[in-house]
Structures are given as structure tokens and as C-alpha cells.
């Protein structure tokens, strides 16, 4: 069983209470609990040593990704980010100067988008290192954006490039915190999620629940340097396509537009984002299941999503 | 260095912000984010294999004891717990039925104090099994209890019986969230803390801080039946009294009241919660340290409070 299977699974028969606006299943839980114009969201992710990481990777860059993840989420939904508290499993003979360091990557990135750090639990590990990390932030309803919503016909958006992120990208990504509050500002996206498990996976995740499906333009997908760059240097890697489609952690948004305003957010991002790439890489379809247009052909997407639990 | 050292030296530059009443070093985090009359409580949590408990323990008991945890915290502040998000680590050969079956011990006790759960993270793990629950509750200002507030002559007071958890307790034991509403409704303690890293421990974290001390009853600490059988059957078993002061994970209420409200708060325990003891256990002093009175004499209390992270 997959880990959205094995999810879904377990949070099926979730209790929900009256301050539920929205539960399992999205980047956040959305929560009322009584604030006048905004709406709470709730968000909880790890990272596993031996899954996200490696016992050799710095721990300030762990400390970056741990928060970083849940920083991604919030960004998916609109959320401005508020406050987030740490929790460590640490095994006995790992040094202090180790958790001193995580502490510091949680603390510089957290610094950066004002969120407070206002609570941790250590405990001790006889395995390996875990790391988990819940947060809470703040949007205006009119401003949550959902993984449902899009309509056939709507252009696809993705922020960044994509692909190769374990060459370095998956430890000092840039949450898209700052571009989502201003895209949910301007431009409010009918659909949105940040890529954690891939394009093709995570856009089978926005378009999937409602019964639709997606065609994409293989020209059209930003394929990043470092995909490339694996693709001819390592070998057994993917072609850099193919790893912009499925490699997983790349922390970008991917969202749906109305086509109509395409040219009007594409002039606007350049002067709001002018380092960070925008790009409109296919449409929604009524048709279910994703299609890749390449050199004229339209073919099924048959590449899946990373998945951590395999 | 043990636990509290690492959290406080990790915690001590933590970054806060304009929604933070109350950071790191208290049972939760108390954030302002606007609510008119209420606070926003917010804790984390974990429960790891070989610490917490073993690979043969029941599943449901397991997501009862990470949730009660939470729990337990909000009842120390007072809370109304709202709502919970789960992050699990699972290593590949464990039986999908284990985790349903941790799933359905957080939902049966979720359940039953109106608890919504609201999101779910899944990775494999490389070692052991890893719980860590994070929790949203709600206080009203007046309401909320914190470590700090005792004064030199209250009266040291504890819920239910103490020593023994690993018999069974800290496995099954009953978060003591309505006890608390109750008391900060109708006998606000000057200050409250759970009990979960055993009554010595915890009674310097309430004192401590302030540079209080405490004197202890021998004879009127609630040693349980399980802390007496484990004395008489478990080879090497510390004596019962020893137990109940220096075990951990009882998870009861320990607070500190005004003297002169003790006979009325015990009429009215006693009608409201006739099952569950409550027992005056001794005084906060203006003298620091803590000193057990036992048969007419005081002596200094050298016990130490368990240390999860040992």
C-alpha cells in the first residue's frame, strides 16, 4: 500500500468537531475558530534520516528542509505562516553540536517569514534521527486556496524548475510562502498544491479527486539545470524530462488559472518576481488521466509520482 | 546533557512574534491570534518505539497514549482541546494492520472530548516506529494556568494515585481535561503542571523557575496499588513511596491553591468527581529546594525525576 493510500485509510473515519472547515486530504486543515475574516490553518510533516536525509548531511540543512516542508504547505493554500512547534527523536550518540545545528536552520529560515518557534519536545531514539514539525498560519477565506476547484480548460502554472532536486535542491529550496500570498492577492488561483512528490504525481492529486484530467506541453515544463545536468553525469538517472514529471521535492507551486488571464499574470509576475520563472505548462481537461503533447504527439502520462512509502 | 537542558539550550533564541503570549517552557505554547475572550494553545508531542513503548504494545494503546499526551498537556493549562494533526513513521515490515489499529486508539479517545483530527503525514522509517502528534486548544485568559504564579504557603495539590505507570498506567490513563475545566472554573490554581516526568521532577519545574521550594507530606502522597504490588513483586522495584515521587508518565494534575480555599475544594471535588482522588500533598516555601516531612522529620528529597532522555 502507497502512502496516499494508507492516508486516506486512516483518516477516513477522522473525527471532525464544529471548527472543521476543511480536513484530511489537503495541503493544510482549514480551521474556524471564531476569528473574524480569517481562518486558522493547521499542518503537521517529518523528515526521517535514512528517508529525507542522510546522517552526513548538515544539520542546518535539515533543520531548512523540516521546516521548510511545512512552510511549502502553508504556501499552497494562501496561508501566511504564524508560529510553528519542533518535535526530535535524537539517538544517544549523535552530539549535541548536531541538534545545535538543526535548532539554527529552524531558526534562520523561521526568521525569515516571521514565524515564532514557540514550542519542542525532545526524546531519545534507539533508531535514527526524526524530525517533525507542525505550524499553524493564518488566510482570509476568500483567499484559501484548495487542490479542487480547477476547470476544464484552465491553464496550468507552475513556479521554479522542476526535476534533480536531489542534487542539492531538496535541502535549500525557498518556500513560495511570499509568491502564493501574492498570486492569492492578484491573481487567485482556482486550484493550487506545492510539488512534494513530483509534477505528474501531484497534479494527479489536483485534478484526480474531481474526476478530471490535464494535458501537458513537454516543451513547456521548466526542466532544471541540476536534472539535467544528473541526467548526463550520472549514471541510471533520468532524462531530464522525465525527472522534471516525477522527481519529488521540488517545492513549487503548481496552480490553475482562467486562460484569459494568462498574459496579465505573466507581464505582472515578472515585475513582482523577476529571478524566479513562471510558467504555463498545459491546461485542465474534462477528460480524466494526464496527456503529454511532444512534438505534436499526444501521449498518456504513464510516469508516477515519487512516493515515499514504497 | 539531559532533556530539559537540550530543550532549554534550543529553545533559548527561539524566534517569536506579535502572536506569542507564552513560548517555549510551559505544558503549551499560548498564542494571541485575535480571538475575542480566548486564547490559541498549541503543543507537540511524540511517542517512540523502545522509549515510550515496545514493537508487542497494542496498536490502539499506543495512539491512545501519543494523543493522551497532548491531552494531558492542555488539561495542565487549563485548554479545551479543539483539534490534533498526526505525523507517523513506520518501518516497511510493519503490518498495515498496525497502524489502523494506531489509528483507532487516537480516534476512540479523540472521540470521546470532542477532538477533531484534522491531518495525517505517513513516511517509512528506516528504524523504529515514530508518533508525534501536534494539538490546537482553546483558554480563556483568565483561565489559563501556568507553571509559574505559586506563592510561598499554598497548598500542594494532586489528582488520582501516583508510581507504577509502566504497570499498565502509562499506557491507559485518562487525560484529566474535564478536572481541569472544572478547576480553573471554580478553584483557579495559582499554577499547574501534569505529572509526567514524575512528582519530584515535575514540582521543581513548578517551583523552580521562580526560585520557590516545596515541602512534601510522605504520608499524605497518594502512592497507587501498582507502585505497591511492583515494590512487593518486581525484583529491584523502588519502595512504593519512592515510586510515586520519582516515577514517570503518571499523567495527573499537580497545582498549587491558597490555603484557606482547601476544605471547600475538597467538598467540592468530592461531589463533582467522586472516583478520582484528590489529596492535599504539601506546601510551596519561600525556602528553595524540595524536603519530604516523613514520621516527624523533614529530610532533603534527593530523588530525581525520570529522564526520557537518559
Known sequence: MNEFALIQQLTRSAPANSTVVLGPGDDCAVLDLGLPDRWVLFKTDAVVEGVHFLRATPPPAVGHKALGRCLSDMAAMGGAPSSAVITVALPPDLPESWALGLYEGIRRLAERF??????????????GIFVSVA?????????????????????????????????????????????????????????????????????????GAEGRGAELLAEAIPVSRAARRRARDTAGAPAPLAAALADGEDFE??????????????????????????????????????????????????????????
Chains 1, 2 share one sequence.
Open 135 to 207: 505550524m499553524l498560519g493564518t488566510v482570509a477565506p476568500g483567499r484559501c486556496a484548495r487542490r479542487t476547484g480547477s476547470q476544464p480548460g484552465d491553464s496550468l502554472w507552475v513556479t521554479g524548475e522542476l526535476g534533480g532536486s536531489i542534487e542539492g535542491h531538496h535541502l535549500d529550496f525557498e518556500p513560495r510562502v511570499g509568491e502564493a500570498l501574492w498570486l492569492t492577492e492578484h491573481f487567485m488561483p482556482r486550484a493550487m498544491i506545492d510539488l512534494s512528490d513530483g509534477l505528474a504525481g501531484d497534479l494527479r492529486h489536483l485534478v
Open 253 to 310: 507551486l503548481l496552480f490553475a488559472q482562467p486562460p484569459r488571464r494568462a498574459v496579465a499574470l505573466i507581464d505582472a509576475w515578472k515585475k513582482r518576481f523577476p529571478t524566479t520563472r513562471l510558467s504555463c505548462i498545459g491546461r485542465i481537461t474534462a477528460e480524466p488521466g494526464l496527456r503529454l503533447r511532444r512534438r505534436g504527439k499526444i501521449e498518456p502520462l504513464v510516469l508516477h509520482g515519487y512516493e515515499h512509502f514504497a
Open 114 to 127: 516571521g514565524l515564532a518557534i514557540v514550542g519542542g519536545e525532545t526524546s531519545s531514539s534507539p533508531g
